[in-house]
């Protein structure tokens, strides 16, 4: 399911299968729980890896889901 930036909300004790979306029926719950994550997000450690290597990828792919040495192979 796709909720958009909204994000959902689900009662997975009674709906563990999350088939019944609650955003609508509960607004200020989803409001706290997007206020939360925004919260975790500012401290979330993100460093600047550089740009990704798209032969890194194929690589992976090679040796079957794998990450290994890719650079000059």
């Not at 509960?26 to 401290?43: Q, T, V």
Request: charged share 20%; proline share 8%.
């Amino acid at each position: 399911m796709d909720c958009g930036a909204a994000g959902c909300v689900f009662n997975i004790q009674t709906d563990p299968s999350e088939r019944h979306e609650l955003t609508a029926s509960m607004p200020a719950l989803a409001a706290s729980l997007r206020e939360r994550l925004a919260s975790l997000i500012k401290e979330q450690f993100a460093p600047d890896r550089g740009a990704p290597d798209p032969a890194a990828c194929a690589q992976a792919r090679a040796y079957g889901g794998f990450y290994g040495p890719w650079i000059g192979l």
